[in-house]
């Protein structure tokens, strides 16, 4: 049986349960409470195009880095409270949120060395990283091939390992993609019911053209069916310290895959948020906050 990249969102139903990325935290009181504005946007050119990102605090730098559809409005509660202790920086990846949006291969390569130029451009040598699902799986990809730049690693609900279900493809079987049959990896979501998302849904495809990353969403998905970029044989090369971050109730990604990543990589710790999903962040801002903050410190 064909392994099955996108039964990551297996379970989740047409309604979602409080995972669904961008809707769901509209509604989380915890997260109403301790929300702030985000800080001033700030630009930077990475490799010819414009990446946007947000920033307060001082100190040791921590980049914080959102998921698939999503951008850096995730991390809303969680700047604040981080910058306390920490020069914290959230940015819209690479053809996302404000920043540029150019038709190109999104793989998780292509994500890691835009990251890997942010760096560069804003000259910050060394950085720990806190990715949540797809930005998870960036952060994860750039610690293996860049290990000197990353002082720890926080993987929250990361996507990255080989999952095992059969994908289910719509009429007219596989495609090719290009700007115009990006509404067909939209259809894929509709064709496997058991695990479409609200935001990942074929009815999420006006907001997607409406923000301009429905291309970037499409070349993401298509990337990930190839199944190229999994990171499960790579995990004995993480060296930096790990925390794993997972929502118990998470049925976009399951807690199995974060037990796996645990398993994976040598000496990490290992955190489950109860009474939340895919984004703690947003769930459980305050306990997530406290976690990571706690992991960040020196010793």
Not at 151 to 165: F, M, Q, Y
Request: hydrophobic share 40%; proline share 5%; with cysteine.
């Amino acid at each position: 049986m064909k392994s099955n990249p996108l039964s990551y969102f297996e379970g989740a139903g047409r309604k979602g349960i409080g995972c669904l990325i961008l809707l769901f935290s509209l509604s989380s009181g915890a997260w109403a409470q301790v929300v702030r504005p985000l800080p001033p946007q700030q630009t930077v050119i990475v490799l010819g195009h414009k990446i946007a990102y947000y920033e307060a605090g001082k100190g040791s730098v921590v980049i914080l880095i959102h998921g698939l559809g999503a951008d850096s409005r995730h991390w809303a509660a969680n700047i604040d409270a981080l910058s306390q202790n920490f020069r914290v920086m959230a940015l819209d990846q690479i053809g996302y949120g404000q920043s540029d949006k150019p038709m190109m291969r999104y793989t998780v390569e292509n994500f890691s060395n835009y990251l890997y130029g942010f760096m560069e451009a804003v000259k910050i040598p060394k950085a720990s990283l806190v990715g949540n699902s797809l930005g998870g799986w960036v952060a994860l990809d750039f610690a293996i091939r860049h290990p000197q730049m990353v002082e720890k690693l926080v993987l929250v609900d990361a996507a990255g390992l080989r999952p095992t279900a059969a994908l289910k493809f719509p009429e007219g079987g596989r495609k090719s993609l290009s700007p115009l049959t990006t509404h067909w990896f939209f259809d894929l979501m509709e064709a496997n019911k058991e695990w479409a998302t609200t935001d990942l849904g074929p009815e999420s495809f006006e907001r997607h053209i409406q923000n301009g990353d429905t291309y970037t969403v499409a070349s993401s998905v298509a990337e990930m069916i190839t199944g190229r970029e999994f990171e499960d044989k790579k995990l004995g090369k993480v060296r930096v310290p790990t925390l794993i971050v997972w929502g118990r109730d998470d049925l976009l990604i399951p807690l199995a895959m974060g037990e796996a990543l645990h398993k994976g990589i040598a000496g990490s710790q290992m955190i489950v948020l109860e009474g939340t999903g895919h984004i703690p962040m947003v769930g459980k801002p305050v306990e997530f906050n406290q976690a990571v903050q706690k992991f960040l410190s020196p010793s």
